[in-house]
C-alpha cells in the first residue's frame, strides 16, 4: 500500500528508488535460511533513498565503487 502511494514520486523524472546496500550484500548468515532472511531485510523501505538515474544506473559510478570496495575487501 505504501508502495502504491509514493509511486508517484518516481514517475516522469531522473529518479529512481534503490536501496542503500546491495541486497546480495546482506546475505550472511550461519546457514542458508538465515542468510536469505538477511538478504530480505535489504528490501525493507526503510533501506531505500531516492536516487538520480544517472548516477546509481551507472557501472562506472556508483556500482563502479561498490564493485570496486568488494574486490578489495575480498583481496584483503
Not at 15 to 22: I, M, N, P, S, Y
Not at 23 to 40: C, H, I, K, N, P
Request: with cysteine.
Amino acid at each position: 500500500m505504501l508502495q502504491a502511494r509514493t509511486e508517484a514520486f518516481y514517475t516522469h523524472n531522473q529518479f529512481d528508488r534503490r536501496h542503500l546496500t546491495r541486497r546480495e550484500d546482506m546475505e550472511f548468515g550461519a546457514d542458508q535460511t538465515e542468510a536469505l532472511t538477511s538478504a530480505a531485510d535489504a528490501c525493507h523501505w526503510t533501506n531505500c533513498t531516492p536516487q538520480h538515474a544517472r548516477f546509481n544506473e551507472s557501472a562506472q559510478l556508483w556500482q563502479g565503487l561498490e564493485k570496486r570496495i568488494l574486490e578489495q575487501a575480498a583481496v584483503c
